[in-house]
């Protein structure tokens, strides 16, 4: 059993195109995080959720839009998709948000626009 | 703003010989865990280290956290060629999440 999943595993798609990135967990966590990883291999958070509200919201570009529509869930939508967007996307959970909860890895979506 | 610096970048070593990764913060840190991300794969967790002057032992590989929790360092011996990957120490600061460091790939000659 995978504890936290990813679709699609690979993306590749025109600049302007507007895509989504589903993430799953079976762990019965709490917090669901969207990672960014570029090509230097720089892991940056984007998002967290927990309990289904929006609890982090670093510095990202109002294209994207996370969606939870349940504990279990988190959606990633991008919007009008630039260059810039390529890199592995993430998605984590963990117990919860308190200081001390190891996070689980799905295993990434490589999105590459062209 | 927080952050957590790691060095080296790079790192390449003869299969066999240790290898050690240094992770800084800029301000003291609640706790800090270290992941590895094999090629092509997921960062996975390895450990946290949360006293101050921690030390903990995973067969081959040590793991400190500084006296004043604001630097912390991942000590392998003996390196084999399954260690190949690049690891990340994470700082929480307190503030529900994780800032993770720069990253030190490891790259091991057979």
């Known amino acids: 059993d995978t504890a936290v999943s990813q679709t699609p595993k690979y993306l590749v798609t025109q600049m302007g195109n507007d895509k989504s990135i589903k993430c799953e967990q079976n762990?019965?966590?709490?917090?669901m995080y969207w990672y960014k990883q570029d090509s230097k291999k720089f892991l940056k958070i984007m998002f967290s959720y927990n309990n289904k509200e929006l609890i982090i919201n670093e510095t990202v570009p109002n294209r994207f839009s996370p969606k939870s529509p349940d504990k279990a869930h988190l959606n990633l939508h991008i919007n009008s998709l630039e260059l810039g967007d390529s890199a592995v996307y993430f998605c984590?959970?963990?117990?919860?948000?308190?200081?001390?909860?190891?996070?689980?890895f799905g295993p990434g979506t490589r999105l590459t626009v062209t | 703003g927080q952050q957590v610096m790691q060095i080296p970048q790079y790192q390449h070593v003869q299969e066999g010989e240790d290898f050690t990764t240094y992770c800084n913060s800029s301000?003291?840190?609640?706790?800090i865990q270290w992941y590895k991300q094999r090629p092509g794969g997921h960062p996975v967790f390895l450990i946290q280290?949360?006293?101050?002057?921690e030390v903990k032992k995973q067969k081959r590989l040590t793991f400190q956290f500084g006296e004043a929790k604001k630097n912390s360092s991942l000590h392998i011996t003996a390196t084999q060629t399954t260690d190949v990957g690049t690891y990340f120490c994470?700082?929480?600061?307190?503030?529900?999440?994780?800032?993770f460091g720069t990253g030190t790939r490891l790259t091991i000659i057979p």
């Open positions: 994470a700082g929480d600061f307190g503030n529900e999440k994780l800032t």
């Open positions: 762990l019965g966590h709490d917090t």
């Open positions: 301000t003291t840190l609640s706790n």
């Open positions: 984590a959970s963990s117990v919860g948000t308190s200081r001390g909860y190891e996070q689980y």
């Open positions: 280290l949360v006293k101050s002057g």
